[in-house]
Nanobody, 122 residues
Framework: QVQLTESGGGLLQAGGSLRLSCAASGHSFSTTTMGWFRQAPGKEREFVAAISWSGGTTYANSVKGRFTISRDNAKNTVHLQMNSLKPEDTAVYYC????????????????WGQGTQVTVSS
């Protein structure tokens, strides 16, 4: 069993910053690529960022230069630092454990957290 729990969401004005966290329990996820996805009301869930066990990263074009994904393998946690937030970033953000061991991919695995709401006002 693997459980993922997101935290850190909130309501803020455009231009502000938030740091999301994802804590994993159960089997270790330290050797698996981890990712963040988001889903806005009425829209399909989309890829945001991913990070491999060794620290390689990839980002969606819409968040490049503004978001930074990081992980602490010893603590089984992954974070998403979000700066210069825009109203378009409003969504529920989900943490995901990918199936790949080392490669950085945008394809999610079967394990999802419950999500944390991020709302950015104009």
């Amino acid at each position: 069993q693997v459980q993922l729990t997101e935290s850190g969401g909130g309501l803020l004005q455009a231009g502000g910053s938030l740091r999301l966290s994802c804590a994993a329990s159960g089997h270790s996820f330290s050797t698996t690529t981890m990712g963040w996805f988001r889903q806005a009301p009425g829209k399909e869930r989309e890829f945001v960022a991913a990070i491999s066990w060794s620290g390689g990263t990839t980002y969606a074009n819409s968040v490049k230069g503004r978001f930074t994904i990081s992980r602490d393998n010893a603590k089984n946690t992954v974070h998403l630092q979000m700066n210069s937030l825009k109203p378009e970033d409003t969504a529920v953000y989900y943490c995901n454990k990918h199936r790949t061991q080392m490669a950085v991919t945008t394809i999610p695995g079967d394990y999802w957290g419950q999500g944390t709401q991020v709302t950015v006002s104009s």
